[in-house]
């Protein structure tokens, strides 16, 4: 198998708190994780659960206590490889006296572009954010998420093999977030590999190939999301009308649920066309059968309730 | 070296965007034209006056954006978070520093050298010419200039380990006791133990002295300056902030952001 | 970083810092060319001064005593002659600082004394009192340094009985103040006078400077007193054998004398060619002798 893109093996990294910094707060514990190159990876899980912890440490804002990561093979300790990296940081703030196009024309200059490519690249960057018009405004009077699209501008203006996004889609309307999703793949389609953090799975689910579930400072559990949720489809659901006058169905109906004239009803699929049969003799207008299949949401509310489960039992044995 | 330039510059277009600079100048101006005033009442030493104040003032007014900006320098790009964008570039961490550095030295030159121009003004002004025993003031100012810089690192080197208030007094405090080095150095009587005034002695070497670039004396009354010291002083500086910039960057390099 | 970036770290910290060693002292070598003690007062206009140092004008004074005790001291010790700039030094800081006691008290001292222990010009230390005391007219010490200043350097009696006569109408001042008034007032100049108030200074300065200078003081009294009484003895010898003697051991042979008679440092007194008492040539005694004027 090619090199994973991103190589991530038993990072750790403990926040000393405290009087006189004495106690430590482990706030990723032994992380080790594979984004192979080309994919689309989402970095799920819960507010403080250590996502943007493991990208500030991959991008060499903060150091690890243990482990080590690789990106593009090369140790993250070696900066000259961010040439090849585009971040994105959480909440992203930028030198409010600059305008849009002042602050990409200033971070572009860190790569050996030449002054023509630059502005080139700058007004490409601008357009496809869609901030054409207010690039000559100052970034004072930027809104949330004007800021935001500054921000992945700068991620991606320089062609980065890898981009790493974190939480992308916060500040964003919906139509900021459809702009969002259209670039990662986009991005995608030009062969990139995307690492992002998220928390709305929604997003995870529509955009990633695999995606990584942490709580707690720890890997959950990492795949497909198909993968994750099992493959195991849990049925059929039936969504039908019945006129008043049916008969006969009476058992089917007493495990349906009822709004107002619409059943909605759950049968195993192996049982699914005797249904079918019994509903339609009986008169029943059938609107839709759909696969029941559990979602990303379910998988992940069960980790974060295990992780919570867990946690207060040792807080019980503590005491 | 293309990227610590980048950084500097970028540091000196935000010093010219930030009017807080323009203020100190128009400041610095109203003392020249004050100076003028006084010098017409006190007759005879109208040049002794203007020198004097005038240097005063641009050494104040330096001081004052050396300590306050060279603190923010990098607190402000921690607290602001405009750092993290940054430091994903392939921009090493003692880049940043010496880059920040760079930018603040030129706008604190082209700030000083405003004001010099503004003080050789107005001493032309009273005196309506301009001698070679004037150069003093010229090197009076790039001793100034020389000074500020030293501060700068100063403050840069304790805002990157502590909070920015205590980089402001700390930096301010060190500032102080390099003025009182002399009298450090000549104190004289049996009223201390003698192996406390050694340790003094040994202390007030390698303190910074800003003392030794105070030549306000000699450029008030026009004497010339030695070369000497012109270069002795030129070499102190650089090996001073050398020192200095190489411990804040090292600090810097290992400082985990919030 | 590294333990070898670490080290290298350290490394260059030490060696700039010697590096910066070595800089300081030459680099105080060429500021000593430089500086001037004229750049001491670079504002000799006191009124320019004080407006210059707003509420910081006590702190001013206190910087600027500092500067007139070493100004004085490296002086005294260096035994040079030139103290022009003791009365500008002098009067800016006490217009800074009108309260501040020492500047009249050893201000005064410094300025009436005559060189090469001070500056010579006791009409600046009357007025630099006379200023004090109108700033601090509760003071009595001042009319005290008044009456000393007028008493020994100026020789004018009366006037210096009528500044001893003021300070004592304080009720905190010195007892003695008012009898002495009198008794120069009567008297006028005299060696009894003089010795009783360089003994009072001694045994109340604190100032190891001011109690020295009244210590000399002392000994040269002692001196003139001793010269006195050996001249006394002389002429006693010329009644006795016609001459005047020619050396000291001819008083002592004679029984006129005790005993060689010594000067307070232990150094013994001789004839002049005229039969004179003097202190001996070697005696320290000897240069303060030709600028104390008799009576002192």
């Known amino acids: 198998m090619a090199e994973p893109a991103i190589d991530i093996e038993n990072l750790t990294k403990d926040y000393p708190y405290g009087f006189l910094q004495l106690k430590k707060r482990r706030s990723l514990e032994g992380l080790t994780m594979q984004v192979q190159s080309g994919e689309v990876f989402g970095f799920l899980g819960p507010n403080g659960a250590g996502k943007s912890t493991t990208i500030k440490l991959l991008m060499r804002l903060i150091f690890p206590t243990a482990g080590s990561a690789r990106i593009l093979g090369r140790p993250i300790s070696d900066i000259s490889m961010h040439g090849d990296i585009g971040y994105l940081p959480e909440q992203p703030y930028f030198y409010d006296y600059l305008t849009a196009a002042e602050v990409l024309d200033y971070f572009a200059r860190f790569h050996d572009f030449t002054a023509t490519e630059r502005s080139e690249r700058v007004q490409r960057m601008l357009k496809k954010v869609g901030l054409e018009s207010a690039g000559r405004i100052q970034l004072r009077k930027y809104s949330k998420g004007m800021l935001q699209r500054v921000g992945l501008a700068q991620a991606i203006l320089h062609d980065p093999a890898v981009v790493v996004l974190d939480e992308p889609m916060s500040g964003l309307d919906p139509v900021g977030r459809r702009e969002v999703r259209d670039i990662i793949l986009e991005l995608k389609k030009q062969g990139k590999t995307v690492l992002f953090s998220t928390h709305i799975l929604s997003d995870a689910e529509m955009l990633c190939d695999r995606v990584g579930v942490i709580v707690g400072g720890k890997l959950q559990g990492v795949g497909a999301p198909s993968e994750l949720v099992g493959l195991k489809a849990q049925g059929m659901e039936i969504l039908f009308e019945l006129p008043t006058s049916a008969t006969g169905v009476g058992e089917l109906l007493a495990q349906a649920t009822r709004t107002g004239n619409r059943y909605r009803l759950q049968v195993e699929e192996s049982g699914l066309y005797a249904a079918m049969e019994r509903l339609s003799a009986a008169g029943a207008k059938i609107l839709s059968v759909t696969q029941v299949k559990p979602s990303l949401e379910e998988y992940f509310m069960h980790l974060v309730e295990a992780d919570r489960a867990q946690a207060s039992a040792v807080e019980v044995r503590a005491k | 070296m293309t990227r610590i330039g980048t950084v500097a510059l970028n540091t000196f277009r935000e010093a010219v965007r930030d009017r807080v600079l323009y203020n100190l100048v128009f400041f610095a101006l109203v003392m020249m034209a004050s100076a003028i005033l006084v010098g017409q009442i006190s007759i005879d030493i109208e040049q002794i006056v203007i020198v004097s104040l005038g240097l005063s003032a641009i050494s104040i007014m330096g001081l004052l954006i050396s300590v306050f900006i060279g603190v923010g320098l990098v607190s402000k790009e921690i607290d602001k978070r405009t750092l993290y964008a940054l430091l994903a570039k392939p921009l090493r961490r003692w880049e940043f520093i010496l880059g920040k550095f760079a930018g603040l030295a030129l706008t604190l030159t082209v700030n000083t050298a405003a004001m010099a121009a503004g003080l050789f003004l107005a001493l032309f002004y009273v005196k309506h010419s301009i001698e070679r025993a004037d150069t003093a003031v010229l090197v009076a100012v790039y001793f100034i200039l020389l000074k500020l810089a030293l501060v700068v690192a100063l403050a840069m080197l304790f805002s990157c380990f502590t909070t920015p208030l205590l980089a402001i007094l700390f930096t301010a405090g060190l500032y102080i006791a390099g003025l009182f080095v002399h009298e450090m150095r000549a104190l004289q009587g049996g009223l201390i133990d003698p192996a406390f005034r050694r340790l003094l002695q040994w202390i007030s070497y390698l303190l910074p002295n800003f003392e030794n670039f105070d030549v306000m004396g000699a450029a008030a009354h026009g004497r010339a300056i030695p070369g000497a010291l012109i270069a002795q002083n030129t070499v102190y500086a650089a090996l001073y902030c050398a020192i200095v910039l190489a411990v804040a960057a090292a600090i810097f390099s290992q400082r985990n952001l919030k | ?296």
């Open chain 3, 1 to 296: 970083m590294s333990a070898k970036g670490h080290i290298a770290l350290l490394l260059f910290v030490l060696l700039g810092f010697a590096g910066v060693w070595r800089l300081q002292q030459r680099i105080d070598v060429q500021q000593r060319l430089v500086e001037s003690e004229d750049d001491q007062v670079m504002l000799r206009s006191s009124k320019l001064v004080k407006s210059l140092s707003l509420e910081y004008a006590p702190l001013m004074a206190d910087i600027y005593w500092t500067r007139v005790v070493q100004y004085f001291g490296n002086k005294h010790s260096g035994k040079q002659v030139d103290l022009r700039l003791l009365w500008p030094l002098l009067d800016v800081t006490s217009v800074l600082d009108p309260h501040l006691m020492p500047v009249y008290h050893m201000g005064s001292m410094f300025l009436s004394d005559a060189a090469p222990r001070g500056a010579g010009r006791p009409d600046l230390a009357v007025e630099l009192l006379e200023r004090g005391l109108k700033a601090n007219p509760e003071e009595w010490r001042l009319y005290y340094d008044l009456g000393y200043v007028y008493y020994f350097d100026m020789k004018d009696y009366p006037k210096a009985s009528a500044a001893f006569y003021e300070g004592s109408k304080n009720p905190r001042a010195l007892l003695w103040m008012k009898t002495l008034a009198a008794k120069i007032a009567a008297e006028g100049g005299s060696t009894e006078t003089s010795n009783f108030l360089w003994q009072d200074v001694y045994n109340t300065a604190n100032d190891p400077l001011v109690k020295e200078n009244a210590l000399k003081h002392l000994q040269l009294l002692r001196a003139q007193e001793d010269c006195k009484q050996i001249d006394a003895a002389a002429d006693e010898y010329q009644k006795r054998f016609g001459r005047r003697p020619v050396r000291m051991s001819e008083l002592v042979q004679s029984g006129l004398l005790r005993g060689e008679p010594v000067d307070a440092l232990g150094y013994p007194y001789v004839l002049s060619e005229d039969g004179k008492a003097e202190t001996n040539p070697q005696s320290p005694l000897k240069e303060k002798q030709f600028t104390a004027a008799p009576g002192k």
